[in-house]
């Protein structure tokens, strides 16, 4: 029988420069300050979005009326509400994400 080396002998691969940066984090120390940055102009974007959509579905003013408003009309102004926030976070929600 011939002897061969075990493999627990074996060395291990050593590891390239590039493995050894990303283990260390040199190539990655401007990442989070670049996110931080992003997430910022990403909300700083999805906030102006709000303010510009907050009005974007509303009632007539002659359906509207006065006070006391009919059932139907406070419902369909809730519903305009939900609309509106629906839409404004979201395109948040799309920015931050994207960022």
Same mark, same amino acid.
């Given at each position: !029988?011939?002897?061969?080396?075990?493999?627990v002998?074996?060395? %291990?691969?050593?590891?390239? =420069? $590039?493995?050894?940066?990303? +283990?260390?984090?040199? =190539?990655?120390?401007? $990442?989070?300050? *670049? +996110? !931080? #940055?992003? &997430?910022?102009? /990403?909300? /700083? /974007?999805?906030?102006? #979005?709000?303010?510009? #959509?907050?009005?974007?579905?509303? *009632? =007539?003013p002659?359906?509207?009326?006065? %006070?006391?408003?009919?059932?139907?009309?406070?419902?369909?102004?809730?519903?305009?509400?939900?609309?509106?926030? $629906? +839409?404004?976070? &979201?395109? +948040?929600?799309?920015?931050?994400?994207? &960022?």
């Amino acid at each position: !029988m011939s002897e061969s080396t075990p493999i627990v002998d074996a060395q %291990p691969p050593r590891p390239t =420069s $590039a493995a050894t940066d990303a +283990l260390h984090g040199t =190539s990655f120390r401007w $990442a989070i300050p *670049i +996110l !931080m #940055v992003l &997430g910022g102009l /990403a909300g /700083a /974007a999805g906030s102006q #979005v709000i303010f510009q #959509v907050r009005e974007l579905f509303q *009632i =007539s003013p002659e359906r509207l009326g006065m %006070p006391p408003r009919p059932p139907q009309i406070e419902r369909e102004m809730l519903l305009y509400a939900v609309a509106n926030h $629906a +839409l404004g976070f &979201g395109v +948040l929600g799309l920015l931050i994400c994207g &960022g």
